[in-house]
């Protein structure tokens, strides 16, 4: 009854807030939006390329043209202030045998698109001149007196068709379905750590935690109750976000629901005993929000957001003290690889190890705050 009796409260005082309903419903569900269509924005961007007027027409033509825009200057005095002026990403011109390509790199990405696709020119420019070279001698051979028709030749190979296989996802797959199951995880766990936290902290500054510490009531009854009580409302939480991103903005998903939900679930609730375990060692709410460059920020560096393949392993390490890290691992898995529970048992036994530790710390630091 007396947990029953602290549940209720949790309940009724958080349907009484607002502004904190807000926080754990509409506002994730609005900054998912935005970085969405921030990712998603230049997937149809032109890359604006400017040349020479000495540059061979043939490199210029071999570009494509769904994905390029390519401009012809001559008497260029200055190419960063041709750059500059025309709002380039890159700018060619002929140095005798060379093409010296100057990059404007404001945006790496871009950068690396127009390398690829000029470097793909100049193969197929090649290409094509050692096809008409092949040709031409060809036609020579044909029409010269007592010769066989151009034996020896050989129909000539007009060049190998490519066909494109994906291990994940599709040509059309881009960086924010990559970055996505983490960005869901993490979301998930920021505004339940922030609101669980403040929530315990408002108990102990009122002196609400005490009267009732005052009582009989059990110190594992009260941690139970909060998290029964806020964990309702992050479960709640974990389906508007996973539904809305996936039936609204179409993120794609490769793997089972059910497991994208359970382990949302359970990033709630570790995120849930852990603000309510950190609260103690705050004051006041603005001490409480202090906490997140040490605990929030450092998950989302390691979480898998950021490649840390080429990272010294010590570094890299660091990420599997954060839940995060495998809360990233395990959603990648199931949305990105569509693959089972064999694959990611391991992080799931992670999680609930969070849940559990994190639980008993909290029943212990009560301790602290028990006067009699």
Not at 27 to 55: A, C, R
Not at 212 to 238: D, H, P
Not at 247 to 253: A, I, N, T
Request: charged share 20%; net charge positive; glycine share 6%.
């Amino acid at each position: 009854m007396r947990f029953k009796a602290i549940l209720v409260r949790v309940i009724t005082d958080l349907f009484r807030d607002k502004r904190t309903l807000a926080l754990m419903f509409i506002v994730p569900l609005l900054i998912l939006t935005i970085m969405y269509f921030l990712f998603n924005s230049d997937t149809d961007e032109h890359m604006k390329i400017g040349f020479s007027n000495d540059v061979p027409n043939s490199v210029v033509k071999a570009l494509p043209d769904d994905k390029t825009d390519t401009s012809t200057y001559k008497n260029v005095d200055s190419v960063k202030s041709l750059i500059e002026r025309h709002n380039l990403d890159a700018f060619v011109e002929k140095k005798g045998d060379k093409l010296e390509v100057t990059y404007t790199n404001e945006d790496p990405s871009k950068t690396n698109a127009v390398k690829q696709m000029i470097g793909g020119a100049l193969q197929k420019n090649k290409m094509q001149g050692i096809l008409k070279q092949v040709n031409t001698m060809k036609a020579q051979m044909e029409k010269m007196p007592g010769s066989d028709k151009g034996a020896g030749i050989g129909k000539v190979d007009e060049g190998l068709s490519l066909k494109s296989h994906y291990l994940y996802g599709n040509a059309d797959s881009t960086y924010f379905d990559k970055m996505f199951p983490i960005l869901m995880g993490f979301f998930v766990f920021l505004f339940v750590f922030l609101i669980s936290g403040i929530a315990l902290l408002r108990e102990r500054t009122s002196g609400t935690l005490e009267r009732v510490l005052a009582t009989s009531i059990k110190r594992s009854e009260i941690v139970f109750g909060y998290l029964v009580g806020y964990g309702i409302f992050a479960v709640l939480q974990t389906l508007i976000i996973v539904l809305f991103s996936i039936y609204l903005l179409k993120v794609e998903m490769a793997g089972n629901l059910g497991w994208v939900l359970l382990i949302n679930i359970l990033v709630a609730f570790a995120a849930l005993a852990m603000g309510l375990f950190i609260s103690t060692f705050a004051n006041s709410e603005f001490q409480m929000l202090q906490f997140i460059p040490v605990i929030v920020v450092p998950q989302v560096l390691f979480s898998g957001i950021i490649p840390l393949d080429n990272v010294n392993r010590w570094i890299a390490s660091i990420g599997y003290l954060f839940p995060l890290r495998y809360a990233g691992d395990a959603l990648t898995k199931i949305m990105v690889k569509a693959e089972g529970i064999g694959y990611f048992w391991f992080d799931v036994c992670i999680l609930l190890v969070f849940i559990i530790v994190f639980t008993i710390l909290n029943i212990v630091g009560l301790k602290r705050y028990r006067k009699v």
